[in-house]
């Protein structure tokens, strides 16, 4: 169900009040019996972090009911206002505890890279979000669709990594790995550095979400969508019809 915004009855809110809220609701779902595996990173881009007035992105659980296999067929009803992003996931192979992790180590330390369709979501009414609302609501994460996981590439340079993403068959959206903070290997480690300040180590076996490769595209009742990775392959997702 939407609400109003927070930030309507207290402007003052900030990134660090959307966390403590983030925090509250996190403990509240992991006792109700969700599963944390993994983490995802918002705000990626130099054009969304100047849309919020930051200067670095922000980040939110994900939670094992999030998680969809790739083809998977989702309803309108489950979501508020879900939008899609395109974006490239990985998998640790190894934990890391920062501060002080480097890309390089970031990258050493993931065992498999995929790609993958974020349904981003707000429970702020309208999206009428400012920085605090959206951290709190989770960085406004709903769900991902993973595509088929891959050993990662030392070869490969996924900065330069190309994505084609359509909607009914038809071109909407492009990009490359490098719109992820500039490498998505960097995400990694800024959220193991940002984690480990308040004690908390990015383990093995958990998914990164790196952050979107283009703006997000509203998704709507009878839509399918293609995201089309190269060297990755393609992840798809269809919504139902009403």
């Given at each position: 169900m939407p609400i109003a915004p927070f930030t309507d009855q207290d402007p003052s809110l900030d990134m660090a009040d959307g966390y403590a809220v983030q925090q509250e609701l996190t403990a509240m779902l992991?006792?109700?019996?969700?599963?944390?595996?993994?983490?995802?990173?918002?705000?990626?881009?130099?054009?969304?972090?100047?849309?919020?007035?930051?200067?670095?992105?922000?980040?939110?659980?994900?939670?094992?009911?999030?998680?969809?296999?790739?083809?998977?067929?989702?309803?309108?009803?489950a979501f508020i206002a879900p939008k899609v992003e395109a974006e490239i996931v990985f998998r640790l192979g190894s934990p890391l505890r920062g501060p002080g992790v480097t890309t390089g180590q970031a990258?050493?330390?993931?065992?498999?890279?995929?790609?993958?369709?974020?349904?981003?979501?707000?429970?702020?009414?309208?999206?009428?979000?400012?920085?605090?609302?959206?951290?709190?609501?989770?960085?406004?994460?709903?769900?991902?669709?993973?595509?088929?996981?891959?050993?990662?590439?030392?070869?490969?340079?996924?900065?330069?990594?190309?994505?084609?993403?359509?909607?009914?068959?038809?071109?909407?959206?492009?990009?490359?790995?490098?719109?992820?903070?500039?490498?998505?290997?960097?995400?990694?480690?800024?959220?193991?550095?940002?984690?480990?300040?308040?004690?908390?180590?990015?383990?093995?076996?958990?998914?990164?979400?790196?952050?979107?490769?283009?703006?997000?595209?509203?998704?709507?009742?009878?839509?399918?969508?293609?995201?089309?990775?190269?060297?990755?392959?393609?992840?798809?997702?269809?919504?139902?019809?009403?």
């Amino acid at each position: 169900m939407p609400i109003a915004p927070f930030t309507d009855q207290d402007p003052s809110l900030d990134m660090a009040d959307g966390y403590a809220v983030q925090q509250e609701l996190t403990a509240m779902l992991l006792a109700d019996g969700e599963a944390v595996v993994g983490y995802k990173a918002g705000l990626t881009s130099a054009p969304m972090q100047q849309m919020f007035g930051v200067d670095t992105p922000d980040y939110g659980p994900v939670f094992a009911s999030t998680v969809l296999a790739n083809g998977s067929i989702v309803s309108t009803e489950a979501f508020i206002a879900p939008k899609v992003e395109a974006e490239i996931v990985f998998r640790l192979g190894s934990p890391l505890r920062g501060p002080g992790v480097t890309t390089g180590q970031a990258r050493a330390a993931v065992a498999e890279v995929m790609a993958g369709l974020e349904i981003v979501d707000s429970r702020i009414e309208d999206w009428r979000i400012r920085l605090a609302d959206t951290v709190a609501d989770l960085a406004s994460n709903g769900a991902v669709v993973l595509g088929t996981p891959l050993p990662v590439d030392p070869a490969v340079d996924y900065r330069l990594l190309g994505m084609a993403f359509s909607r009914g068959g038809t071109l909407v959206a492009t990009g490359a790995g490098a719109a992820a903070l500039g490498d998505p290997a960097a995400v990694v480690a800024w959220l193991a550095n940002t984690l480990g300040e308040h004690g908390t180590v990015l383990e093995a076996g958990q998914l990164i979400m790196t952050g979107a490769l283009h703006a997000a595209v509203p998704l709507s009742a009878g839509d399918a969508f293609i995201a089309e990775f190269d060297r990755l392959g393609a992840v798809t997702l269809a919504v139902d019809e009403p």
